[in-house]
């Protein structure tokens, strides 16, 4: 681009309306992609790269890099288009449609639009260039004969799969794969010398190294052998495989932690409450292998007061260390049958951060004092070092509680005034639940039971008995204590949301309703418990349980949010996150906790 051009056009990004934007979020900013979209429509004509760069005086490489990242990610968002001719220009929004690609096994698709709007179909044609889980933009070709909206591909923005599970065959001196992936319906061809060791009908991970194109599937080679059709574990090896879960630690991870031993050190139970001599107890399931949350009670003179714990992860997981990478790459635990990939190492999930029974263990507690009626009257949260005084089960505390299992019962004699105190508590805060109208629908869980070589024996349904009750009510409210804590002091934080039912979908449950003869009460802004109320009438009937499913589908779907909208379905003003949480909480203080004891 000429001088006189760039002084005609006079961009420069000093004048980006977005600068004070761009400088916050960035060290060294550039110009805003607002203020590059204005300079291509101000021109008139695609530019490059360079004329962009000319165009904004960038010239330092550190300024060029930066402006070509932002072009990519320009480019894979649809908000420009790289031509042939190795420039940018502007897409016509009107015409052209940005979306993820989503495979069928028949060899057809669609596109799922950023914008939210209606899916468009993709023919088999169209899909050839593509693999599922693509990025592309299309352009609306028509309407097909059952009048959905027909794409065309105009561009591939983005490619998002680079490896594919599945299975080798080897047929008239053709080696292919046929992926696991029924999304993906093309196989690939593996090159010439590139199956290695793999055999016919191993299950193996072919790496795409030629993306397909309209006229040539993908092309591939075997970077790894799982091993034969249906072994032992294969269908865990495969699910890992297929959906790229990270299951390797990173060497500078494990450099990270070499220095954590099993025990906790003296020095990091310092400033800390001494909850050691409190009979806390874990209550899980017989499979559970690691124990979050511990759970003690006392009577007091006005009611009782709870002690719920987790481990505490923070002291553990600093800000933006390697351990702190990982666990936002991993997310969350992925768990299987009889396997689990940890979110954290297991020096950590099953031993410092798991409240193992007679051992020493940092904790984050809520301690609530709730009245006789189950009203929470205050809360606070402290960290504390705690002791667990035993590992129990759903079942052992079942059936000491309800059932009266003597010989539990005396196993357990020193916990058993604790335990009771429990089950007394819970019993009053069932009461206050069921009179607010939260919800506790008659779902039906299962858990797998495998026989020899891993092999799925039987599928057993899960008795959900009041142990399960009782935690679960006392994680809520220490749940719901979280919450108000955070709101009171304006802390940043992400609720669980959830909120009553659209006026389509109440239309719905109430036309499904009167064709049953069954009447639901609450009018236009029904409320738990009128939901409570319709499934306690039809409980005996032979179809409640599909009455039940289309009452839970008539509710809007709980997502997570900062914003404080309470929860429906729990009839609470406000939520925090399950567990109250270990995230919440724990990096809660991590990151705000010197504040806030200092304001102390």
Known sequence: MSSKSKKDVDFNSTKDPYAQREAEKYENPIPSRELILQLIEHTGKPLSRVDIAEAFSLENEDDLEALRRRLR????????????????CLVNNKDLIVGRIIGHPDGFGFVRPDDGSDDLYLSPREMNPLLHNDRAMVRVAGIDKKGRREGAVVEILERNTHQIVGRLYKEDGFTYVVPDNKNIAQTVLVLRGGAGKAKQGQIVIAEIVEQPTKLRQPIGRIIEVLGDHLAPGMEIEMAIRSHELPHLWPEELLEEIKSLSEEVPESAKENRVD?????????????????????????????????????????????????????????????????????LPEILSNGLCSLNPDVDRLCMVCEILIDEQGKVMRSKFFDAVMRSHARLT???????LVDGDKVLAEKYKPLMPHLRELYALYKVMRVSREQRGAMDFDTQETRIIFGIDRKIEKIVPVVRNDAHKLIEEFMITANGAAARFLNAKKIPKLLRVHEGPSADKLLNLKTFLGELGLKFGGGVNPTPLDYMHLVESVKNRPDAHLIQTVLLRSMSQAVYSPELKGHFGLALDAYALPLFDVILICWFIALYGTAYKAKK
């Not at 553990?316 to 790459?329: G, I, M």
Request: aromatic share 10%; charged share 25%.
């Open 275 to 343: 909850l050691r001599n409190i009979p806390l107890v874990t209550i899980d399931g017989e499979d559970a292998r690691d124990f979050d949350d511990a759970v003690y009670c006392k009577r007091t003179p006005k009611g009782w007061k709870l002690l719920v714990a987790i481990a505490d992860v923070s002291h553990y997981v600093q800000v933006n260390s390697e351990l702190d990478k990982e666990a936002k790459n991993r997310s969350t635990s992925v768990y299987f049958p009889e396997q689990v990939i940890p979110m």
């Open 73 to 88: 990610a320009m480019e894979r968002d649809g908000q420009l288009l790289f031509n042939r001719g190795q420039q940018y």
């Open 394 to 400: 759903y079942t052992e505390v079942a059936g000491m």
